[in-house]
């Protein structure tokens, strides 16, 4: 989430849990679960939670798991 970090706080775009969780094609409670384990860095706002669109694109990119390609020695 290190560009997030860089960029001023009024720039940075907040994703709901329902946003995330459609923009991952998960549920809502996958979202919640990867939030809780730390996996995904939200914040809380009232008794809701915020996740920088940054960190999903972070998040997805770093978990893509290439399937069917040769990996070479």
């Given at each position: 989430?290190?560009?997030?970090?860089?960029r001023p706080l009024n720039e940075v775009v907040f994703l709901?849990?329902?946003e995330v969780?459609?923009?991952m094609r998960v549920s809502k409670m996958t979202v919640y679960r990867l939030v809780h384990s730390?996996?995904?860095?939200?914040?809380?706002?009232?008794?809701?939670?915020?996740?920088p669109?940054?960190?999903v694109h972070d998040y997805?990119?770093?978990?893509?798991v290439?399937?069917?390609v040769a990996e070479s020695a």
């Amino acid at each position: 989430m290190a560009s997030s970090e860089t960029r001023p706080l009024n720039e940075v775009v907040f994703l709901t849990v329902a946003e995330v969780a459609s923009v991952m094609r998960v549920s809502k409670m996958t979202v919640y679960r990867l939030v809780h384990s730390g996996h995904l860095p939200a914040i809380r706002v009232g008794r809701s939670f915020r996740v920088p669109e940054q960190a999903v694109h972070d998040y997805l990119r770093e978990s893509y798991v290439g399937v069917g390609v040769a990996e070479s020695a």
